[in-house]
């Protein structure tokens, strides 16, 4: 079955606390992406994983770092969160970084900081 | 820098009737070009790609490519109400000034079908 997870589905911290989403896809994807979703923004992408300790910088990876010790998870972490970091969170897969390859997301993470 | 834009931000048709989503983007170098769809609380799904000029049709689904205009659209025949969500277009990854290479989406059109 092919899948990407995502843990939690519902965060709230208060600012300033560190936060940790977990990823994980059964698929043997190479390429992980980490993706923001804000209302008239579209997805924002913050980091992509080429594999397991090959990762890049999206265009709105201030604030975010990484962290990818297996292929199938992908682990975004927030430290010291802050209120403009609020948002919906999503991790994506897909087989090869080139553009033919379609992205598989997961369900999302809903992340609120206080 | 890659700029997608998506029209009309939202969209109303009749069960029956049909959706067209348009997306602009302004990279002459783009490549590939995929549709994904997300329904409310989910995750965006990949609908269809073109890759190609012209039309490319998959079930009630048509989507149209005019690299020369920097255009593609989606076309929803007999729409139904399980369509209505939230379509973007993602345009092919370009070159980051890293060297890797990454998409870029649009911000969405809002298609709600009524019944």
């Known amino acids: 079955d092919m899948k990407v997870t995502q843990m939690p589905r519902y965060l709230i911290k208060r600012m300033g606390e560190n936060v940790l989403l977990e990823c994980g896809q059964d698929m043997s994807h190479e390429t992980m992406y980490w993706y923001r979703q804000d209302p008239g923004l579209g997805l924002q992408l913050i980091y992509i994983?080429?594999?397991?300790?090959?990762?890049s910088e999206g265009d709105i990876p201030k604030g975010y770092r990484v962290s990818r010790k297996k292929r199938e998870h992908f682990s975004l972490i927030l430290d010291s969160a802050k209120t403009n970091q609020t948002s919906v969170y999503f991790c994506a897969s897909s087989f090869d970084w080139g553009a033919s390859y379609e992205q598989y997301f997961g369900p999302g993470t809903r992340l609120t900081v206080l | 820098q890659q700029k997608v834009q998506q029209s009309p931000e939202s969209l109303i048709v009749p069960e029956g009737g049909m959706a067209s989503l348009n997306c602009t983007f302004s990279?002459?170098?783009?490549?590939y070009f995929w549709w994904y769809r997300q329904h409310s609380g989910e995750g965006p799904k990949a609908l269809m790609s073109i890759f190609s000029n012209g039309d490319k049709k998959e079930g009630r689904f048509t989507a149209h490519l005019n690299k020369a205009s920097l255009y593609v659209s989606l076309h929803i025949k007999d729409s139904q109400p399980s369509d209505s969500a939230l379509y973007f277009c993602?345009?092919?990854?370009?070159?980051?000034?890293?060297?890797?290479?990454?998409?870029?989406f649009g911000a969405g059109t809002r298609l709600k079908v009524i019944a």
């Open positions: 993602a345009v092919s990854p370009i070159f980051h000034n890293t060297g890797n290479y990454k998409y870029v």
């Open positions: 994983s080429y594999d397991v300790d090959s990762n």
């Open positions: 990279d002459r170098n783009s490549q």
